[in-house]
Each structure stands twice: as C-alpha cells, then as structure tokens.
C-alpha cells in the first residue's frame, strides 16, 4: 500500500482540533518562552507530572525578563522535585545567552535556538512550530513510535535519518501548530508503547500495524533498576540546617544536600543523634537507598572544609534547590 503523507498528516490535525488536549496550561496561553520553558519540563517527564511545576515556575518567572534576573540557585529551587536538574542548569545557562545575545528576547531562527543549552533539533523544531509557526519536524519518542508504526518497521531497525525524513514528510505547512502538537498527542494517548487504541486512532486506514501490535498484559513489568547506596547526616539546631552545595557531577549535581555521614565524624562531640531513617527513593533508571542520620546541634559550628555550605534558616528552606527525598526528609522533621 502507497501511504499518502499529506493525508496523513492532515488527518492528525482534524483529529487534534477535535480530541487534543487543548487545555494544557501551555496551550492555552502560548509564547515562545512558555512553549520553551513546557517543552523543557516535558523532556523526561509526564504532562500529569509537569503541569503543577509548569503552573508554579511560570507563577514565580511570567516572562523572560523575569527568569533574566534568576540565579541558578533560584531556578534549581524552582525546579526542586521535578528531577533531572541539569534541564533546570541548562535553562539558566539559555536565558544568560539569551540576555547577552538576543536582548532577552527568545530567539525566533532555527540556528539561534538549536544553539541554546539543552535544546536539540527536535525541541528546536517544536519550537518554530508551535511559537513562531514556521513548520518544522519533531523527533521524540512518541513521534518515532508511531512513524514506525505506521510503515511497520521496528524503531530499532531504522536509522535516525530515515525517521528524521519520514516526520519531514508529515509536516503540515497550513496548519504546524495543530499537527506538531496532534501528533504529540496521538502518541501519547492513542499509539501508546502498549496497547495502542487503533479503533480510536484518525490513522487507522493507512497505518500499516492498525490492530497489529501485539497486546500485552503485564505492562508493568518490574525494571532492573541500579541500586545507589547513599548515607547522610543531616544536622540540626532549633532554627537552621546544616547543608552542602553539591559541586560534583552527579544525578544531584549543584543542589543543596546534607553532608555525608562520614564528613561529620570529626564533629560527634558537638551532635546528638536523634533518629535514623532509612528509605528507598525511585528514580526512573535507578534506586536510592538512602540511610540518614538526623543530629541536632545546640548551635551552628564551623566546618574545616572547602565544600560549599551553609546554615540556612528553615523558614528559607524553599529558597534553595534540594531533590524531593531530601525536601520530604526535611518536611518531616
Ligand atoms: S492505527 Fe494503531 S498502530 Fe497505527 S498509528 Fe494508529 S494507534 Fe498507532
């Protein structure tokens, strides 16, 4: 069968106008520094996932002036929770270009935003399509799925280049809005990885695995995660916490954490162990376990090293970027 790309791709933007989720607090509103500051968030994580992180950081920075003014402390702060932060580190690093640059204005040329940190060409694509409305291909793992299902070719056996100009040819240049995010959509809530809806699907005539794919049953299978030892001391007094700057290149690179336990031995005489936690925290790719002890002090002392820390006042505690264990942790306390 000779598929017909123009139809296709016509096809998702009726079924987009229609069925897309139209209220996703991007779409409802869009600039280019919301599509950017979404499209970001998105990489890695579930829309359910990101709209309150979305709703807040736009809460706090409504424009691009107002992010041009952020540290990356702040930023990283804002970020707390939402996980792989060097997307937050990269949207400084953007907005500090975009500053020097553009004069704080986003970019709207293809070659000046793929330049941006943390911008590849398939964020840069949805970029032009969905903020300045000039048609251009996009290549997430949604996209790839349901391209090779629809010429029914597995993912892994075909070459980056040959998915790139099979979404060049679904582009649709009257309308790159609807079908940029219809065929981001249909991916995520139709051709889904397992048992994709082809009853529901507007492909369904053309595609090439319609009520092929092969249902499974037990989607949830358990992943054969990493396991990552992790021991800290977190240290107390009445008004503040004792924390460190993480400055080494690791999952929790740049944000603020309690010292390791074994960094804090030459200090026993001054803390008072008060409880131990032990817990599991779940990454995508991996586990933490994570072994705490939690000390108080009567008073903050001085520690003899070149680590980055400070005594920060819990009423500012929400000022600085700490991953979600640790924030819980705290919460708790
Ligand atoms: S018909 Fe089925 S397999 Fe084909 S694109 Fe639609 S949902 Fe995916």
Known sequence: ???????ISSQVVDWYLKNGRHNLPWRKKVTPYRIWISEIMLQQTQVKTVIP??????????TLQKLSLATEDEILASWSGLGFYRRAKNIFAAKEIIKKNHSNKFPSQFDSIIELPGIGRSTAGALMSLAFLVPQPILDGNVKRVISRLIRKNIAALKEKDLWELSTK??????????????????????????????????NESCLSAFKVPQQVNVK?????????????????KKSL?????DTES????????????????????????RNEK?????????????????????????????????IKKDRIEDYGMPKPITKLIQQL
């Open 1 to 7: 069968m000779k598929q017909d790309f123009k139809k």
């Open 53 to 62: 992180y979305f709703n807040a950081f736009i809460k706090k920075y409504p």
């Open 170 to 203: 679904l582009v649709n240049s009257e309308d790159c809005f609807s079908y940029t995010q219809g065929i981001m959509d249909l991916g995520a809530t139709v051709c889904t990885k397992a048992n994709p809806t082809c009853n529901a699907c507007p492909l």
């Open 221 to 237: 299978k358990a992943k054969n995660k990493k396991i990552i030892l992790m021991s800290f001391a977190l240290v107390q007094t």
């Open 242 to 246: 004792l924390l460190t700057k993480n």
């Open 251 to 274: 999952i929790w690179s740049s944000l603020w954490i309690p010292f390791e336990n074994s960094k804090m031995q030459s200090h026993a005489n001054k803390l008072e162990l008060t």
């Open 279 to 311: 817990f599991r925290h779940e990454l995508t790719h991996r586990s933490l376990d994570l072994d705490v002890n939690i000390y108080f002090s009567s008073k903050e002392f001085k520690l003899d090293t070149n680590q980055k820390y400070e005594w």
